[in-house]
């Protein structure tokens, strides 16, 4: 008997540098939040799945 190696159907995306959280959502897509994780307002998130990233511009 012969084992087949196992591959996810799915990869699992570059981590992006500065990366805080990953998250998968229920139909698949990666969302990363990514930032110097001290204040809300300099971190971002963006979406591998659908392309949506807030905020669109750095807030500095």
């Known amino acids: 008997m012969r ?3 196992r591959t996810s159907a799915f990869t699992e995306p570059d981590r992006p540098k500065g990366l805080l959280i990953r998250f998968i959502t229920i139909g698949g897509s ?3 939040v990514t ?3 001290n204040h809300s307002d300099q ?3 963006s979406c ?3 392309g949506a990233a807030w905020p669109d511009e750095p807030p500095f």
């Open 43 to 45: 971190n971002r998130w």
């Open 30 to 32: 990666y969302v990363d």
């Open 35 to 37: 930032g110097p994780g």
């Open 48 to 50: 591998h799945g659908c």
């Open 3 to 5: 084992t087949a190696l």
